[in-house]
Structures are given as C-alpha cells and as structure tokens.
T-cell receptor, first 110, second 115 residues
Framework: RKEVEQDPGPFNVPEGATVAFNCTYSNSASQSFFWYRQDCRKEPKLLMSVYSSGNEDGRFTAQLNRASQYISLLIRDSKLSDSATYLCVVSRGGSYIPTFGRGTSLIVHP | NAGVTQTPKFQVLKTGQSMTLQCAQDMNHNSMYWYRQDPGMGLRLIYYSASEGTTDKGEVPNGYNVSRLNKREFSLRLESAAPSQTSVYFC??????????????FGPGTRLLVL
C-alpha cells in the first residue's frame, strides 16, 4: 500500500458545483497534513494546512479523520480558476521529509 | 523577497553530458530539497539537506550528487546525464524545526531534456 493515496481523477465538474477529494495515509504516526495546489507546468503551492479540528478558508474546507487515516478537501461554488491538480501531503512527527500523494486533477468547465 | 529561485529554467543535454542545477532561497530556511516530477509518478525526493552542512539521500538518488554550499544555496549535479533523467526538477525549502507545521516552498522548476 502506498504511504499516501489519492484518486487521480480527473474530476470534471461545472462551475458552481461542490466537489470533494479524499486522501488516505498509511502511517499512523503522521502528524502534519497539507493540501497543495499545482497548476499545469507550475510549481506546487500550499493551499492550506489541515488541523485536527478541521479548518475552512473561504470556499475551501479541510478535514482530518485520524481514526480512519484520511484527510479531505471540499471546494464549494467551484470556479474555472480552481482547475488544477491538488496534492495531499503528510509528514511524520520529527521527520524532515513530507510524503506527497500523486495528486487529484480537477477540471471546472463553464 | 524572491522566495526560492532556480536556474536554468530549461536545458537540453546530450547523453553523457554533465550539468549543475542551481537553487537559492532567501527565507532563512534550514531545510532544502530536490525533487523530480514525472507524468504519473508524482513528486519523488532525490536528496535533501536538513540543515547547512548535511545532505541525505531521498527516494531516487542514483545518478545525482548535491552540495549545500551555504544556508541559502543547494545545488544538484548530474555527472553523466541519461535519457531516464529527463524530467522536471523542483527545489524546495522549509522551516522545519522551528515550526511543526512546516510548509515547503517550491521554486519554479527546471525542465530538463536528455537526448
């Protein structure tokens, strides 16, 4: 089993839709969780950290479920500009090395 | 404040040629990383430097060497390029150690084609 797994998609949704991605991780010692966004032919950029209690940033909501070892990202009212690949990132406590998922592709169409 | 910069942006090499990819960060971060990204493979760690003066192998170090020149700069060298090293290379830095929620900041990438 891969350490961090994501559905590669693509998720093809109309503008205004709500879409959710999940990411599962295998290492129960994981302590830090992030969602990154990567546009085509660009570098990954931090979208949001994921906190134990869940957190929201505008149209984006991230949740952590430690018992089932997954994190989720919910995007409400999708915009064309949300089209990108979303990378799930997990770090063990004390580790310098985060583990990246392979990403989930989102395409928002008019 | 430029963040993480990489040079060159693009490079074409012939098999057997050597080159060095340069990376610099101006955020006073302790840790720096080199990744490669290939279609369908995601980001794979080549080497990392937890702090100035230390370097360690990542998942795919074969065919590469690194130098942590100082706190700001971390270079990646291909001694004898092979077509399998055709990829997009990203440098990243993070403030690991001072902040448990360590975020990685990436450079814009170097697109390398080995013929």
């Amino acid at each position: 089993r891969k350490e961090v797994e994501q559905d590669p998609g693509p998720f093809n949704v109309p503008e205004g839709a709500t879409v959710a991605f999940n990411c599962t991780y295998s290492n129960s010692a994981s302590q830090s969780f992030f969602w990154y966004r990567q546009d085509c032919r660009k570098e990954p950029k931090l979208l949001m950290s994921v906190y134990s209690s869940g957190n929201e940033d505008g149209r984006f909501t991230a949740q952590l479920n430690r018992a089932s070892q997954y994190i989720s990202l919910l995007i409400r009212d999708s915009k064309l500009s949300d089209s990108a690949t979303y990378l799930c990132v997990v770090s063990r406590g004390g580790s310098y090395i985060p583990t990246f998922g392979r990403g989930t592709s989102l395409i928002v169409h008019p | 404040n430029a963040g993480v910069t990489q040079t060159p942006k693009f490079q074409v090499l012939k098999t057997g040629q050597s080159m060095t990819l340069q990376c610099a960060q101006d955020m006073n971060h302790n840790s720096m990383y080199w990744y490669r990204q290939d279609p369908g493979m995601g980001l794979r760690l080549i080497y990392y430097s937890a702090s100035e003066g230390t370097t360690d192998k990542g998942e795919v170090p074969n065919g590469y060497n690194v130098s942590r020149l100082n706190k700001r700069e971390f270079s990646l060298r291909l001694e004898s390029a092979a077509p399998s090293q055709t990829s997009v290379y990203f440098c990243a830095s993070s403030d690991f150690g001072r902040n448990i929620q360590e975020t990685q900041y990436f450079g814009p990438g170097t697109r390398l084609l080995v013929l």
